[in-house]
């Protein structure tokens, strides 16, 4: 007898047959078990658009020095800015993640504003305002849609702070080569934020947020001589208030 065909090696076949359909169907549990999109330990990087509208207004400027004065009926008006955002998150468990968010500075405008609106465009600045928000995000770590509440901090400080020259006219009147430079507080300031991200699969997402920060800064603007010498001092204060909205891709790893 042919031994590939004897009885042991048929009454095995019965055997080998189980093994290839548990082991099929094992596979097939396997791919059809729903993937942990964001569950603790998780990373995920945010690269999208940061849009900042500001809910602004401002003292009137006034003269401190050589004599104190105010301007009457002065104001500026801080333009909406728009910018790239990246933000790393990190999942603690599968509903509690911390978030870093950062990006490229935006640029803002102050233009003036009542007696200061023939002025035109006073100066520009940009804002730097990297923050840490603590975020609850609702749902399974596997769902398709996880909207998320959060709050936080941010530091906020302005660099290439540079004044018109209608400007540095205005605040050094009849100074022969009168130049100005401002001088903008820095702060830290608490965010409110809230969002929503829809995970396409396994490593991508697309997350959009809304954030408020209230935020007030003080400016300071020393007017100077030909020589250098400082022989005027304005202050005023300003309120940005800034909404930020924040549309971006995500990737888990």
Request: aromatic share 12%.
């Given at each position: ?188 300031a608490p965010v409110a934020n ?60």
């Amino acid at each position: 007898m042919n031994r590939f065909f004897s009885p042991r090696a048929t009454s095995q076949l019965p055997q080998f047959h189980r093994l290839a359909a548990l082991s099929a169907l094992s596979a097939l549990a396997a791919f059809s078990l729903p993937a942990a999109a964001q569950s603790a330990g998780s990373n995920v990087v945010n690269v999208g658009w940061f849009h900042l509208y500001t809910d602004d207004s401002s003292q009137p400027l006034q003269r401190t020095s050589p004599s104190s004065a105010i301007i009457p009926g002065s104001g500026a008006t801080v333009s909406s800015a728009d910018t790239i955002g990246i933000a790393y998150t990190r999942f603690i468990t599968d509903n509690f993640a911390l978030t870093l968010d950062a990006g490229i500075p935006p640029k803002f405008k102050l233009d003036g504003e009542g007696t200061l609106a023939g002025a035109g465009q006073l100066g520009t600045a940009k804002q730097w305002s990297p923050a840490i928000v603590a975020k609850w995000f609702f749902g399974e770590a596997n769902a398709k849609w996880r909207p998320f509440v959060g709050v936080g901090v941010t530091h906020v400080w302005y660099s290439d702070v540079k004044l018109s020259q209608s400007l540095q006219s205005l605040v050094t009147p009849g100074v022969p080569g009168g130049t100005a430079t401002a001088n903008l507080s820095s702060s830290w300031a608490p965010v409110a934020n809230v969002g929503v991200t829809y995970n396409m699969n396994e490593r991508w997402s697309i997350g959009f947020s809304l954030s408020y920060i209230p935020l007030d800064t003080n400016a300071e603007i020393i007017g100077r001589n030909a020589a250098g010498t400082p022989v005027t001092r304005h202050v005023t204060s300003l309120t940005l208030d800034p909404y930020v909205s924040f549309l971006s891709v995500g990737y888990k790893f």
